[in-house]
């Protein structure tokens, strides 16, 4: 601090001798408007005693307009950006996408840099973090009703598979990143947002009580019924318009940067809309927990096609 408070006084030093150089040069100005030249004495002079009058004036003025407001000067001086504001985009990850086995395009996805462990993870999953953790290969399953959004269904383990457990980014499935959710400051609020799926959109069915052997005797357990899976962090969505209802389940990652096609067509892709969804039979039966009710609401929305990410990476 010390060297830069010299530094601006040798600039401010700089400045008055300029402003000294220009008053010099106004001293003629000054004399013709007297009409009177007087020639040179061995004593001072009109002239001379007009010259130093006039000098002292101006650097006194100058003093000190440059004395009453030099925090002014310096401010002014200081809100020149000492660096550049960190980019949103802390790195960019892109998927190929391929519809039964065609290539359409590839999708390059913007990475929020706020620092959030849900972003992290999303960077971890599309470069690949180990065996069974990797958005390659992975499905997209899941076209919204009214195709506001598309979803990935992520991978299967949250800890890989294999003898060696691997811990992604958030820790193990998503509840540790619920806080992040809660308190995110990003919306759903246009077309390209990307975002993790963190709690289910739906409270979760009643779980089923099953008689099993234990130590010799039976006992009662609780299983959640067949069809029904949690959300472990890893399934994403892209949204194809603002979807503010997904601010309350989903944590936002990114944004499409290029493919904003490729998501249109996977859209537009015709799904299975079973019949039997408004049938009162089936509301019921999903209410209570009932296994088949479960699993058949598993299959809407699905795509006919199998739309899979062949490939996919972190960009340089």
């Known amino acids: 601090h010390g060297s830069s408070m010299v530094s601006r006084r040798n600039r401010l030093s700089t400045r008055l001798g300029l402003r000294t150089s220009v008053a010099n040069r106004c001293i003629p100005r000054v004399e013709a408007a007297t009409g009177k030249q007087e020639p040179s004495r061995g004593v001072k002079s009109r002239r001379d005693t007009l010259r130093e009058t006039t000098k002292s004036l101006v650097i006194s003025g100058l003093l000190s307009s440059a004395l009453s407001a030099p925090e002014r ?82 991978v299967g383990s949250i800890t890989g598979y294999g003898s060696k457990e691997i811990s992604l980014a958030g820790g193990k499935g998503s509840r540790e990143l619920t806080k992040e959710v809660d308190s995110q400051k990003r919306s759903h609020d246009r077309p390209g947002i990307v975002s993790l799926v963190i709690r289910s959109p739906e409270p979760p069915p009643a779980p089923e009580k099953k008689l099993v052997a234990e130590s010799g005797r039976l006992v009662t357990v609780e299983e959640m019924p067949k069809g029904y899976v949690e959300p472990n962090g890893s399934e994403f969505v892209i949204t194809t318009q603002p979807v503010p209802y997904l601010d309350k389940t989903n944590l936002v990652v990114g944004e499409v940067l290029e493919g904003i096609e490729v998501i249109s067509k996977i859209s537009n892709l015709p799904t299975s809309k079973p019949k039997g969804k408004d049938d009162p039979f089936f509301k019921i039966g999903k209410s209570i927990g009932d296994s088949r009710a479960v699993f058949m609401a598993t299959r809407f929305g699905r795509p006919f096609a199998r739309v899979q990410i062949v490939d996919s990476g972190v960009l340089s």
């Open 73 to 154: 000067v310096l401010a002014d001086e200081d809100q020149a950006p000492d660096r550049v504001p960190p980019s949103p985009i802390v790195k960019k990850v892109y998927f190929d996408v391929a519809v039964n086995e065609e290539d359409i395009g590839r999708i390059v996805i913007g990475v929020y840099n706020d620092g959030s462990q849900g972003q992290e993870r999303f960077m971890q999953l599309a470069e690949g973090a180990g065996a069974g953790l990797d958005y390659r290969r992975s499905l997209f399953s899941f076209v919204s009703p009214d195709k506001s959004f598309i979803k990935n269904g992520g």
